[in-house]
């Protein structure tokens, strides 16, 4: 039988797993142009102003789906409206048109990894950028990809390479923060995101990423506390209700985690 500390770190590990798989992998995008509106700002936010864009983009990529950009943004744009799986069609479709364009294969990657396609998002990720070029952006999504598929270590690796390219970036460094949760080591997990909450580039999902590895410690107190500094009354008590939970199922080493049910920031982050 295992011990309650095994049965703990395996509780743990499973949780920081539904962290990262709850949310949308990592945007690809190369120095070239963006890939994904909801990095670049790109797609208008609200309801109405989505479907205003997407139908648009939709006309536009009618006429010309041979366009590598507009089939970027087409994609992006029914990712942001929930067709994760037409998006990675249409993006796949213009990785065939574009089969060197190393901005459609990262987009087209990062959409196979959203539609659970993992061996396959590595495979084209790969080409999304050459050792002799390497891009901390894709590097960062290729190691998202690999903490899915359970391969830690190696996902570290991807995001050191990445840290060496674009230094404190903090998009990296709470990604790698995260995978060392899956890894079992909490103390080094946070350690890592307090690094990247101190940089003047982190947002409020890098703050939350840090309060779910609080919160997996049992420091909820502070895990609160950061979730209530950034989220709106209403969001921050369904964060916290959420943390709280997660600290509980850690304790307890449930056999199964469920993933957050409310709209908590909990992120594998995008590369900006």
């Avoid at 790698?176 to 350690?191: I, V």
Wanted: charged share 20%; with cysteine.
């Amino acid at each position: 039988m295992r011990s309650i500390a095994s049965r703990r770190a395996a509780g743990v590990a499973r949780l920081a797993a539904v962290a990262l798989a709850c949310a949308a992998l990592g945007a690809c995008s190369t120095s070239q142009r963006p890939v994904s509106g909801d990095v670049t700002g790109s797609i208008p936010q609200g309801p109405g102003a989505n479907r205003a864009q997407l139908s648009d983009l939709q006309k536009r990529y009618e006429q010309n789906p041979g366009d590598a950009q507009t089939a970027i943004a087409y994609g992006a744009a029914l990712r942001a409206s929930g067709q994760r799986a037409q998006s990675a069609a249409v993006l796949q479709q213009a990785a065939m048109r574009n089969p060197k364009d190393t901005a459609v294969l990262g987009a087209y990657g990062r959409a196979l990894a959203d539609t659970g396609q993992l061996q396959q998002a590595l495979d084209v990720l790969s080409r999304a950028h050459t050792p002799d070029r390497p891009d901390w952006r894709i590097l960062n999504v290729q190691g998202a990809v690999l903490d899915q598929m359970g391969r830690n270590a190696e996902a570290q690796g991807y995001y050191e390479t990445a840290l060496r390219i674009a230094p404190g970036e903090p998009s990296v460094l709470s990604n790698l923060g995260l995978s060392y949760a899956l890894a079992k080591d909490l103390p080094r997990a946070e350690a890592t995101l307090r690094q990247a909450v101190a940089s003047p580039k982190a947002d409020a999902r890098v703050r939350q990423n840090l309060a779910l590895v609080l919160s997996l410690e049992g420091r909820i107190g502070e895990a609160e506390s950061l979730a209530r500094a950034d989220l709106p009354p209403g969001e921050a008590q369904a964060s916290i209700d959420d943390l709280r939970r997660m600290a509980a199922s850690s304790k307890a080493a449930p056999t199964q985690a469920s993933a957050p049910t409310s709209g908590a920031k909990v992120a594998a982050l995008p590369a900006e």
